[in-house]
């Protein structure tokens, strides 16, 4: 019923940003709060931020006040802004919303 893609991830500077991009498909992405997760290997999946349809936002306390969630109902499309970045970001990101997650994309922070 809905398609999630994430992008933007790559390989960045301890210090350095990105911004990572989660497209839904389907028509009712407006009314879903959503997600941002991630997993490093040998490591539990973890929440890293949610916002809710009326944009109320929550972050772990690992990343609160380095990355900004948001989203763009207009655009079916969920952010999350990652400023500062250390190695101990380095994980798979998948975003989600309910039931349904992406396929997830890879950031690397370079030690």
């Known amino acids: 019923q809905v398609q999630l893609v994430e992008s933007g991830g790559g390989l960045v500077q301890p210090g350095g940003s990105l911004r990572l991009s989660c497209a839904a498909s389907?028509?009712?992405?407006?009314?879903?709060?959503m997600g941002w997760y991630r997993q490093a290997p040998g490591k539990q999946r973890e929440l890293v931020a949610t916002?809710?349809?009326?944009?109320?936002?929550n972050y772990a306390d690992s990343v609160k006040g380095r990355f900004t969630i948001s989203r763009d109902n207009a655009k079916n499309t969920a952010y999350l802004q990652m400023n500062s970045l250390k190695p101990e970001d380095t994980a798979i990101y998948y975003c989600?919303?309910?039931?349904?997650w992406g396929q997830g994309t890879q950031v690397t922070v370079s030690s």
């Open positions: 989600k919303a309910r039931d349904w």
């Open positions: 389907g028509s009712t992405f407006s009314i879903y709060a």
């Open positions: 916002i809710t349809s009326g944009g109320r936002t």
